[in-house]
């Protein structure tokens, strides 16, 4: 590289070992191309190497999966290192009721941030028996990924 011929003829300069590795990298990355990015304006992003192609952390820690005591609580973490949570998509819902929301009501408003990324819905009404329910967490990056968590659980004695 580049072709022989060319370096022979005195055409062109062969490349060097640092060219070449940049092309081996280049390709290694699956050869992305930023046609949007503009040099003169760092800080926006393009839609190639700064490409953010990664789903959102998300977590759910209290409830657990399988059988709970009680429900008191519901807390999420989330988090995005590439372009960040866009709050707005942040969604909740349960398959039962949830302190007087109806089945599918999003509960995400009722939330409060305990930290960065760590949210928390303290239940007035504590869920004593639950035989059977499903909570779906959502959000999305600003560039459009989602992470879900579909979240089954029961409450109350093991049978």
């Not at 007035?124 to 499903?134: C, D, I, M, S």
């Amino acid at each position: 590289m580049p072709p022989p011929d060319a370096v022979q003829s005195g055409k062109v300069a062969p490349l060097s070992d640092e060219d070449k590795r940049t092309l081996v990298r280049w390709i290694d990355l699956g050869c992305p191309v930023d046609k949007t990015f503009d040099a003169k304006k760092p800080h926006e992003r393009g839609s190639g190497w700064m490409f953010d192609d990664q789903r959102p952390t998300l977590t759910v820690t209290d409830p657990r999966p399988g059988i709970n005591t009680e429900l008191t609580r519901i807390l999420v973490g989330m988090h995005d290192y590439g372009t960040g949570i866009d709050p707005a998509t942040f969604t909740v819902t349960a398959d039962f009721t949830v302190d007087g929301a109806k089945p599918g009501e999003n509960l995400a408003a009722r939330f409060k941030e305990t930290s960065f990324g760590v949210r928390e819905l303290r239940l007035a009404t504590p869920v004593k028996n639950l035989e059977r329910g499903t909570l779906t967490v959502s959000v999305r990056d600003r560039q459009g990924n989602e992470a879900r968590i579909k979240r089954t659980i029961s409450v109350g004695a093991a049978k």
